[in-house]
């Protein structure tokens, strides 16, 4: 257990409102993620985060935004959600365990966003 | 473009049969390979990595990296019921922390 946590766990909306998800971290984990994932695309990585007001766009950034202010919250943002946003979201840190010599990603308990 | 590929699956076996899941990937400079389960409606979690060519072996796991190939595999011997799930395959690149998943394979072991 990395200690992560998703908030909210499902959340259903409606096009064109603004929706933010956090994903909270007990352990000072640098570096955080987050994810969607849709039947036949997998797990896609949308931004992540290696450090506090550090970020950086991943490969299914458009129309999502972040924040991370402190070390244990990264936000994720919909500014204007539509409906090829639903989906399953994960979040996502990096962490190095005894016996690993490569950084290991863990995830958090995933929020299903629904657009309507 | 960087890419994992799996078959989707579903891959049948009979409970205490092994398992084989493979996984290929384009970047020849891939050092990081790993294999997650995903149970329905749940989250990844991790149950094998490996950096090296050759076998890594874990209880009933066995992960199979061959790197000239640009292969990896996991190996499920005796499976069981429990090990009916999606098998994702995720591929970390030298110099970033960004990390690639396959599609995922759906295994289901019939009892």
């Known amino acids: 257990d990395a200690g992560i946590t998703q908030s909210p766990r499902h959340k259903v909306t409606e096009t064109g409102t603004p929706v933010t998800l956090r994903c909270h971290q007990t352990e000072n984990h640098r570096y955080m993620y987050w994810y969607r994932q849709d039947p036949g695309h997998g797990l896609r990585l949308i931004h992540y985060s290696y450090g506090v007001k550090d970020t950086d766009k991943g490969e299914v950034s458009d129309g999502y935004s972040v924040s991370r202010s402190k070390t244990e919250d990264f936000l994720l943002t919909l500014e204007s959600a539509t409906s090829s946003q639903t989906s399953v979201y994960f979040c996502a840190i990096s962490e190095l365990k005894e016996g690993q010599v490569e950084d290991t990603q863990y995830f958090g308990p995933g929020t299903r966003l629904t657009v309507l | 473009q960087k890419e994992v590929e799996q078959n989707s699956g579903p891959l049948s076996v009979p409970e205490g049969a092994i398992a084989s899941l493979n996984c290929t990937y384009s970047?020849?400079?891939?050092?990081?390979f790993f294999w997650y389960r995903q149970y329905s409606g749940k989250s990844p979690e991790l149950i094998m990595f490996?950096?090296?060519?050759g076998d890594k072996e874990d209880g009933r796991f066995t992960a199979q990296l061959n790197k000239a190939s640009q292969y990896v595999s996991l190996l499920i011997r005796d499976s069981q019921p429990s090990d009916s799930a999606t098998y994702l395959c995720a591929v970390n690149y030298p110099g970033t922390y960004k990390y690639i998943f396959g599609t995922g394979t759906r295994l289901k072991v019939l009892a």
């Open positions: 490996i950096y090296s060519n």
């Open positions: 970047d020849r400079g891939s050092q990081s």
